[in-house]
């Protein structure tokens, strides 16, 4: 774990020598050296680092011999497996191309739309979103695909941008299947009719999510008869480890983000809502409504994923800014920062399997 504090500590060091607030060559700057960090870290780990590493390491050796017919895994996944075994036989550089997709979609995005470069790179890495894609590669590449798919979108709108985000949301789920669920939010945006009709604002939006998950939880067997009936792979997962109810981790999520729904309500009441801040505040909703959907059947939780990365790279830095008092504003983003900090301390060292990622090893 050693080596994660010493790149937060470089990366604050970073942040604090370059102020990336204080222009766009100094934020271009900071995300630049920033996503090197990261890669190189992301890239070069060992084939143990990572929950599921080695299951793609083990295909990845095989991807020329496997049987993509027959499959449990997307086509898309299997075949950019085999378009980069072409090139190089060496599972590192797949590691490392992996890791350059997800961690520079990220910086990307927060490149074009963070409030606060700093803090949005420090909450990636401790909200562990950055820890995933070391471990789910099929699924942080349909986020990342998905991630571009909605800058193109919420910046710049043209004819040509609108092609081709709608082309990256039908890639995504040949990634990961999962990523069709980011249909939702994606709908409401791309059509401007719809997006000028949402008439939300911050207390609305927590009222509703709080009445939407508690009825999903209470409804939990319609809601996952529907789950199957759209997605009857899923069923499979019923009998393994994914098929338990899981409380004490799940509670654990959904009171983390619910925490940041409802401080970032109460700082961003007082504004008109942004489009920018309604995708911020649809991500967190359906991020909390998904996790509470988890203490019943675990594996629901990874579609929560497919939302949570816009909670820290994005609705922090959002609230967070908004306070004009200087000091103020730095003792809200150390608090958000410090909490999150031991959230990822807390897991790394009681419940390290969720990720493993601990210890660390390069290759």
Not at 198 to 223: D, G
Not at 329 to 334: A, H, T, V, Y
Request: net charge positive; glycine share 4%.
């Amino acid at each position: 774990m050693l080596i994660y504090l010493v790149l937060i500590l470089i990366i604050l060091f970073l942040g604090i020598a370059i102020n990336p607030r204080r222009s766009r060559q100094r934020r271009k700057a900071f995300l630049f050296l920033s996503f090197l960090d990261l890669t190189v870290i992301s890239g070069l780990r060992d084939y143990s680092v990572g929950a599921d590493t080695e299951i793609y390491v083990s295909l990845f050796n095989s991807i020329d011999f496997y049987n993509m017919s027959s499959s449990r895994f997307e086509s898309g996944y299997l075949y950019f497996m085999k378009l980069v075994h072409r090139f190089s036989d060496n599972p590192t550089v797949f590691l490392f191309l992996c890791s350059i997709i997800c961690i520079g979609a990220a910086c990307h995005f927060i490149y074009v739309f963070s409030d606060d470069p700093l803090l949005s790179v420090l909450l990636y890495v401790v909200l562990k979103p950055y820890f995933f894609q070391m471990t789910g590669l099929r699924q942080a590449l349909a986020i990342s695909i998905n991630m571009m798919a909605f800058l193109l979108i919420l910046d710049k709108r043209t004819k040509r941008r609108s092609v081709l985000s709608l082309a990256l949301m039908f890639l995504a789920p040949q990634f990961h299947s999962v990523a069709y669920i980011s249909f939702i939010p994606y709908i409401l945006f791309f059509f401007p009719r719809i997006r000028n009709r949402l008439r939300m604002t911050p207390s609305s939006s927590l009222k509703w999510t709080i009445l939407i998950s508690a009825v999903a939880f209470l409804a939990f067997p319609f809601v996952l008869d529907l789950l199957f009936y759209i997605a009857p792979q899923y069923a499979l997962y019923l009998s393994g480890t994914w098929g338990d109810s899981n409380y004490f981790a799940s509670m654990f999520n959904t009171l983390i983000q619910m925490a940041f729904m409802v401080v970032g309500v109460i700082y961003l009441r007082r504004f008109e809502t942004t489009d920018l801040e309604k995708f911020a505040l649809i991500m967190l909703s359906m991020t909390i409504i998904s996790v509470t959907l988890s203490m019943r059947l675990e594996i629901i939780g990874r579609i929560s994923t497919e939302f949570s990365i816009y909670t820290g790279i994005l609705f922090a830095p959002m609230f967070t800014s908004v306070v004009e008092e200087p000091k103020n504003r730095l003792l809200l983003k150390s608090m958000v920062f410090l909490s999150s900090f031991a959230y990822m301390l807390v897991t790394f060292i009681f419940r390290p399997e969720w990720d493993g990622v601990v210890p660390y090893i390069f290759i």
